[in-house]
């Protein structure tokens, strides 16, 4: 099984609609992160969080909120999906004073 | 905006040849990582330079790191057709919290 799990996999939907990606991870790391990957612009960081209680803004938070239901669960909610939120998300997490990430496998977001 | 910029953005070679990647960044960091993408799915860590570090080696990769230039280089030596992948720079920030920033890859095929 993979250490850190992203669900749905692939998801379409519409404009207008409310999504929720789900991460969890069997790592016991206490960093979590969402990255939107879009071609040609890399990885850009959302949200990320360093506890259950410590949640912090990224580069590109708008539009984009975040739950941290225990220390193996992040969730990435859209709470009214557009078109430009079309792009693969990624969950991470990593160890306290190692900065190394590990992924989850994306999830692919297309909105109409 | 990214944090880091690499050059170049893609990169094509014969199997055997080295490739070298270079990244750009902006700002004071605590480390710099190197990570692989294959075809739309999770990176995967490579290597781990801190800012005190200069060079740092691990198989066929060989790290450096300027901080007076605030840039950073990747060598992959003897290159193979499995190589074929997208290469990240990313960098930890100063400040403790680990806050990791992506940028832009650099896309290397490598030829058989």
């Known amino acids: 099984d993979a250490d850190v799990t992203q669900t749905p996999r692939n998801r379409i939907t519409k404009t207008g609609k409310r999504i929720m990606l789900e991460c969890s991870q069997t790592?016991?790391?206490?960093?979590m992160y969402w990255y939107r990957q879009d071609p040609g612009l890399g990885l850009r960081l959302i949200y990320y969080s360093f506890d259950v209680k410590d949640i912090n803004k990224g580069e590109i938070s708008d539009g984009y909120s975040v739950s941290r239901q225990a220390q193996a669960k992040f969730s990435l909610s859209l709470e009214s999906a557009i078109p430009n939120q079309t792009a693969l998300y990624f969950c991470?997490?990593?160890?306290?004073?190692?900065?190394?990430?590990?992924f989850g496998e994306g999830s692919r977001l297309t909105v109409l | 905006s990214q944090q880091g910029e690499e050059d170049p953005q893609a990169l094509s070679i014969q199997e055997g040849e080295n490739a070298t990647m270079n990244c750009s960044y902006k700002?004071?960091?605590?480390?710099l990582q190197w990570y692989r993408q294959n075809s739309g799915r999770g990176l995967v860590h490579l290597i781990l330079i801190r800012s005190n570090e200069r060079e740092k080696h691990s198989g066929r990769l060989r790290v450096t790191l300027d901080t007076s230039k605030k840039s950073s280089s990747l060598l992959i030596t003897a290159s193979r057709a499995a190589d074929t992948a997208s290469y990240f720079c990313?960098?930890?920030?100063?400040?403790?919290?680990?806050?990791?920033?992506f940028g832009t890859g650099t896309k290397l095929q490598v030829i058989p």
């Open positions: 790592k016991g790391h206490d960093r």
């Open positions: 990313a960098t930890g920030d100063s400040g403790g919290y680990q806050k990791v920033t």
């Open positions: 700002t004071s960091i605590n480390n």
């Open positions: 991470a997490t990593a160890l306290r004073n190692t900065g190394e990430l590990f």
